[in-house]
């Protein structure tokens, strides 16, 4: 897809390089030009104006782009005056950072597509780490439903998927494997690399570096984790 980004702060940026790691053609935009020139050799096309000037947004593909993500994350009022903009030139799809409450409820109040708290997010993901002990990562799901990544317990190493039982946690299921690997980076320093296998048959050996992906109810995720 092709995605413009407007805002390159830490968020903005840094969903910026998610995106074209994934493959998608990315058009940075802000105000700052230092943000800009850090930018510009590492996504597809990079350019310094002002998201709140019509006739400067004007120049970008609007026509061509698949999704338009308004990532300012200091000042409300550019971050409203920017989307307000974009609407009126663009019929895609819209993502909006939502700052604070009052941004939130004025984004959900003009029908954004859909609005991000980064923040927020990233706290509640951490707070459910904390809480479970040994959760790697956690996505929580409508209805105190969850998948999560946990370290491989002791008590499956080694065996086959067909010999696990955890029928006594009614909610879980074992959906696939991240296999832990290793890869050098730009400096030829060696670091951790991951692999999600897929759907694993029942014939599957799971070895002491595996990360065990679940699904199922919040409190049982954590009762599973935090036994073994």
Do not use: W
């Not at 935009?29 to 709140?52: F, G, H, P, S, W």
Request: aromatic content about 6%.
């Amino acid at each position: 897809m092709k995605i413009i980004v407007v805002g390159l702060g830490n968020f903005g940026s840094s969903l910026a390089l998610a995106l074209m790691d994934e493959g998608h053609e990315v058009i940075g935009v802000d105000t700052n030009l230092d943000k800009v020139e850090k930018l510009q050799d590492r996504i597809t096309y990079c350019v310094k104006l002002d998201a709140t000037e019509l006739s400067s947004l004007r120049n970008l593909p609007f026509d061509l782009a698949d999704q338009a993500i308004i990532a300012i994350g200091e000042d409300v009022g550019a971050s409203i005056t920017a989307l307000a903009q974009v609407k009126k030139i663009f019929n895609g799809k819209i993502i909006a950072r939502s700052i604070n409450e009052i941004h939130h409820a004025i984004l959900e109040t003009i029908k954004i597509d859909e609005i991000v708290e980064p923040e927020a997010e990233f706290a509640h993901e951490l707070a459910k780490r904390i809480a479970l002990r040994k959760v790697i990562k956690s996505m929580s799901l409508p209805g105190a439903y969850e998948i999560a990544e946990i370290p491989m317990p002791d008590f499956m190493i080694g065996r086959k998927l067909s010999d696990i039982d955890i029928s006594r946690f009614e909610s879980l299921q074992i959906i696939t494997v991240i296999k832990k690997g290793v890869k050098q980076n730009l400096f030829k320093a060696n670091v951790n690399e991951y692999k999600t296998l897929g759907k694993i048959g029942s014939e599957y050996l799971f070895e002491a570096d595996d990360i065990l992906v679940l699904f199922g109810i919040n409190k049982q995720i954590e009762k599973f984790a935090n036994q073994y």
